[in-house]
């Protein structure tokens, strides 16, 4: 197979042409648009996908974890772990077994889940949601997750709570779908169960609070700043937000708000409404 030049970044067209070397790279330009750039030569990874490796397995995940979210291969992950750590491997990785007479030299452990869980919540980290669903079915195999397995765990959590989710659809763990589906009575059916729950103030506090950290660090100018513990979603023509209010009655409620159409984005302005209402309400009911 020929290997492709990589596209153009300002108009995506193909038609480059070798331009001098800078730093030891291989500058291009493009013969449509006349931009100039500086890539690698070949194909090699981007720098953005070693950086994600070398963070989630910071995270605690396992090679061959991570190999699978980023579509690399877990000898890869490895050498630039090893890199990043100032090592350098040579030769080549072999993958197997593990031999039974083998010896445990080094365990690392990740952070606890609620550390994970805040990180992946307030800043709506897609990348560490899909692996936190992943590995729920690694932990009950012992090997690697499976996106089946996961979501039949899911889906038995929450019968055996009494929660019924006929709706329910999850096709890859991360809010990253278009296949996914969940109603509003399901979230906070959720939310619902989660505040009875003893681990209710860990998740609550892994929402962004309005206007204080997080995404919402910059929304919210009205009572419900810093009163009202929120998960945001967005895709192109999806806009949503569910969490926890605190009322002027000191009155917890759950919100959830979903909207689906194609200028659903313009409606964020009625979901942060929603908000300020229920935070506003001083009534005894």
Same mark, same amino acid.
């Given at each position: 197979?020929?290997?492709?030049?990589?596209?153009?970044?300002?108009?995506?067209?193909?038609? #480059?042409?070798?331009?001098?070397?800078?730093?030891?790279?291989?500058?291009?330009?493009? !013969?449509?648009?006349?931009? *100039?750039?500086?890539?690698?030569?070949?194909?090699?990874?981007?720098?953005?996908?070693?950086?994600?490796?070398?963070?989630?397995?910071?995270?605690?995940?396992?090679? &061959?974890? @991570?190999?699978?979210?980023?579509?690399?291969?877990? *000898?890869?992950?490895?050498?630039?772990?090893?890199?990043?750590?100032?090592?350098?491997?040579?030769?080549? %990785?072999?993958?197997?077994?593990?031999?039974?007479?083998?010896?445990?030299?080094?365990?690392?452990?990740?952070?606890?889940?609620?550390?994970?869980?805040?990180?992946?919540?307030?800043?709506?980290?897609? %990348?560490?949601?899909?692996?936190?669903?992943?590995?729920?079915?690694?932990?009950?195999?012992?090997?690697?997750?499976?996106?089946?397995?996961?979501?039949?765990?899911?889906? /038995?959590?929450?019968?055996?709570?009494?929660?019924?989710?006929?709706?329910?659809?999850?096709? &890859?763990?991360?809010?990253?779908?278009?296949?996914?589906?969940?109603?509003?009575?399901?979230?906070?059916? @959720?939310?619902? &169960?989660?505040?009875?729950?003893?681990?209710?103030?860990?998740?609550?506090?892994?929402?962004? #609070?309005?206007? @204080? /950290?997080?995404?919402? !660090?910059?929304?919210?100018?009205?009572?419900?700043?810093?009163?009202?513990?929120? !998960?945001?979603?967005?895709?192109?023509?999806?806009?949503?937000?569910?969490?926890?209010? #605190?009322?002027?009655?000191?009155?917890?409620?759950?919100?959830?708000?979903? %909207?689906?159409?194609?200028?659903? &984005?313009?409606?964020?302005?009625?979901? /942060?409404?929603?908000?300020?209402? @229920?935070?506003?309400?001083?009534?005894?009911?």
């Amino acid at each position: 197979m020929i290997p492709t030049l990589p596209p153009c970044p300002r108009c995506g067209s193909r038609r #480059l042409i070798r331009f001098g070397i800078v730093a030891g790279k291989q500058r291009r330009r493009c !013969k449509r648009c006349r931009y *100039q750039f500086t890539r690698p030569e070949g194909h090699g990874t981007p720098e953005p996908t070693k950086r994600a490796a070398v963070s989630l397995y910071g995270h605690g995940l396992s090679f &061959n974890t @991570v190999a699978h979210l980023l579509g690399t291969t877990a *000898q890869s992950v490895l050498r630039w772990v090893w890199s990043e750590a100032g090592g350098v491997l040579r030769g080549r %990785v072999r993958a197997g077994a593990t031999p039974a007479e083998a010896t445990l030299l080094y365990r690392y452990e990740s952070e606890p889940l609620a550390n994970l869980v805040r990180d992946m919540n307030k800043f709506s980290n897609n %990348v560490m949601a899909r692996h936190i669903f992943l590995a729920l079915s690694a932990e009950k195999t012992a090997g690697n997750g499976e996106i089946r397995a996961s979501e039949r765990l899911v889906r /038995d959590w929450l019968k055996a709570r009494g929660i019924a989710a006929p709706e329910l659809a999850l096709e &890859n763990g991360s809010g990253l779908s278009r296949d996914s589906r969940a109603s509003a009575a399901t979230i906070a059916a @959720v939310l619902r &169960n989660a505040w009875a729950s003893p681990l209710m103030p860990e998740l609550s506090s892994s929402f962004p #609070l309005l206007a @204080v /950290d997080g995404t919402l !660090k910059n929304r919210g100018i009205g009572s419900a700043s810093g009163r009202a513990h929120l !998960k945001g979603g967005t895709l192109a023509g999806v806009q949503s937000q569910a969490g926890y209010v #605190l009322d002027t009655r000191g009155r917890w409620w759950i919100v959830v708000m979903m %909207v689906n159409h194609a200028n659903a &984005n313009a409606a964020q302005p009625a979901l /942060d409404a929603l908000v300020e209402w @229920v935070a506003s309400r001083s009534d005894k009911r």
